[in-house]
């Protein structure tokens, strides 16, 4: 095995170069070196596990923009079912509750991958108001009034009263990170449309401003490159709202949380760490192919949709600005805008400058900061369905989610000590052990 160092300088301004050609051929040729070893790792898998033959049917269902004028103008709601061949229509429905993105065949065959064929199961997930194709007739998206819970809610209960009607047996409901909050809210409200619900990753406290995501920063890529990457965010303060710099630090913060957060980019972390060490413009253009090799160029498309004030339908049907209703909700609903205790921190945006950006999106001050937070926890004292909640231990959203030790009555809680974000999406062992408990409490009430 090769080994190469490396040997950096520190000028007056803090920020690291590295010393002439060679020494950034050799942070390039490490680079390489990890790059190709995360590769075989990160990999996406497109495999079909040996998964026995399906069909796929779409639906579109016009949802009334508000469920209480049920006259007026309607947004399409996008809807898939998976059913597997062999399985009977009255079999259990696993629901996949939408949450910000949106939802392609993608997800019914990774979903169904994760289970393998072991199950007798139908597959629906149904897209969320506001992203995707999922949209109003009106072209101007720039202010996604439409998009807010109770109506998303609303929408659900309409997908299950109509594919009831086609699909007999017990459904199932299921959520991940946001969406987990989602079905929380959805079994508190409509109690009688599933058996049982899993909630992965719920958050079930929304406070405007979250430290608690900061705080696992540091432990989760160690406290020397946590100080690094806080010598980048400063370099790179913006001069005026949502200028270039301001894009580029809102990138790099998006990129720290997918390392952070996602189970499958942990195998980047070594790679991350070492070019870290890079100039701040140098380590962007690193990070730039890095994304859209692992990431699917997401982080790039969160900033610029994060800065959007004007956005087309066509932009949100076709990728560009799907992030866009995200960035309304938390600022007319939600909350969790990122931020660090510490003024020295990596999230150095106050309270002010969150409530001046959500101004100047959408004309308005951010409700989020104003009124009591949302939260699930209410509904949780007294679910009528059980609820199956699974988190890790290495989780950033831990400090809102979930407590480890929190007693769950009706159903069960997974708590993964090593895990991070959604630990289930990644672990198919943990995926089938999950949905066998589900379907347990949903034969239990046939």
């Known amino acids: 095995m090769m080994y190469t160092s490396i040997v950096l300088v520190q000028t007056d301004k803090e920020k690291f ?259 870290s060490f890079l100039p701040t413009r140098a380590f962007l253009k690193v990070l730039h192919p890095m994304d859209i090799r692992f990431g699917d160029g997401e982080a790039w498309k969160y900033a610029q949709a994060s800065a959007a004030r004007r956005v087309t339908g066509k932009q949100v049907t076709e990728g560009i600005h799907n992030w866009h209703a995200w960035r309304y909700q938390m600022c007319a609903e939600i909350g969790g805008f990122l931020a660090s205790e510490d003024p020295a921190g990596l999230f150095i945006r106050t309270r002010d400058d969150c409530c001046e950006e959500c101004r100047a999106l959408f004309g308005e001050d951010p409700h989020s900061a104003e009124g009591p937070e949302w939260s699930q926890r209410q509904e949780l004292e007294s679910l009528p369905v059980p609820l199956i909640y699974v988190t890790g231990g290495m989780d950033p959203w831990l400090s809102v989610s979930l407590e480890p030790d929190y007693k769950i009555e009706n159903g069960r809680y997974f708590f993964v000590p090593e895990g991070r974000h959604c630990p289930d999406r990644e672990d198919p062992e943990l995926a089938r052990e999950i949905l066998a408990e589900m379907l347990k409490y949903a034969d239990a009430k046939l």
Request: glycine residues 6%; contains cysteine.
């Open 17 to 275: 170069e590295t010393k002439p050609t060679i020494r950034r051929r050799s942070i390039c040729l490490v680079f390489f070196v990890l790059l190709c070893m995360c590769t075989l790792s990160c990999g996406k898998d497109t495999s079909q596990d040996g998964m026995q033959s399906y069909r796929i049917i779409h639906k579109v269902i016009p949802q009334p923009v508000e469920h209480a004028d049920p006259s007026g103008p309607k947004v399409s709601q996008q809807v898939d079912i998976l059913i597997p061949d062999g399985v009977p229509l009255d079999a259990p429905v696993f629901f996949h509750f939408g949450n910000e993105t949106d939802l392609t065949d993608a997800h019914l065959l990774r979903m169904r991958r994760l289970h393998g064929s072991g199950f007798q199961v139908i597959y629906v997930q149904a897209e969320h108001r506001g992203y995707g194709q999922s949209l109003t007739q009106d072209e101007d998206q720039s202010v996604p009034a439409y998009v807010r819970v109770d109506q998303v809610l609303a929408d659900a209960h309409e997908v299950v009263h109509q594919l009831k009607k086609e699909y007999s047996g017990p459904w199932m409901a299921a959520g991940w990170s946001y969406g987990g909050a989602l079905v929380i809210e959805f079994a508190a409200r409509y109690p009688e449309d599933v058996k049982v619900i899993l909630s992965s990753s719920g958050v079930v406290d929304w406070p405007f401003l979250d430290y608690g995501y900061d705080r696992q920063i540091r432990k989760t890529l160690g406290d020397a490159c946590y100080k690094r990457l806080v010598r980048h965010s400063k370099n790179l303060k913006p001069e005026q709202l949502f200028d270039e710099n301001w894009m580029e630090r809102e990138f790099l913060h998006t990129t720290i949380m997918g390392v952070t957060q996602f189970p499958r980019l942990k195998n980047l972390k070594p790679a991350f760490q070492m070019l």
